[in-house]
Nanobody, 122 residues
Framework: QIHIVESGGGSVQAGGSLRLSCVGS????????MGWFRQAPGKEREEVGS???????SIADSVKGRFTISRDHSKNTLYLQMNNLTLDDTATYYC????????????????WGQGTQVVVSS
């Protein structure tokens, strides 16, 4: 059965860093475009960024310059490096596997993880 599992969330002070990981089970991440999303309490889900099968990435303006998406094929793992975190970055972060890459964005997401929570405090 296909699973996607995120990890690496936690509590951090503003200005700190975290690296989230997303591992595929019965799913080869390199065969999909992959996206990171987040949802803060009381807010709609927001796309953080995505990476295509060829390695091209896109990042939302709200996190550009602070967040980086990468992928390690040998570990079948997707990463989200988050630096200089702010209170507004507090959210549950999800990764997802998609099957369409267009205009530098992944879409048609087929598989989703359960999420990992990030709490940024002052």
């Amino acid at each position: 059965q296909i699973h996607i599992v995120e990890s690496g969330g936690g509590s951090v002070q503003a200005g700190g860093s975290l690296r989230l990981s997303c591992v595929g089970s019965e799913l080869t991440i390199s065969n999909y475009c992959m996206g990171w999303f987040r949802q803060a309490p009381g807010k709609e889900r927001e796309e953080v960024g995505s990476i295509g099968t060829g390695g091209s990435t896109s990042i939302a303006d709200s996190v550009k310059g602070r967040f980086t998406i990468s992928r390690d094929h040998s570990k079948n793992t997707l990463y989200l490096q988050m630096n200089n975190l702010t209170l507004d970055d507090t959210a549950t972060y999800y990764c997802a596997a998609g099957v369409a890459w267009s205009r530098s964005r992944c879409s048609q997401y087929k598989f989703w993880g359960q999420g990992t929570q990030v709490v940024v405090s002052s």
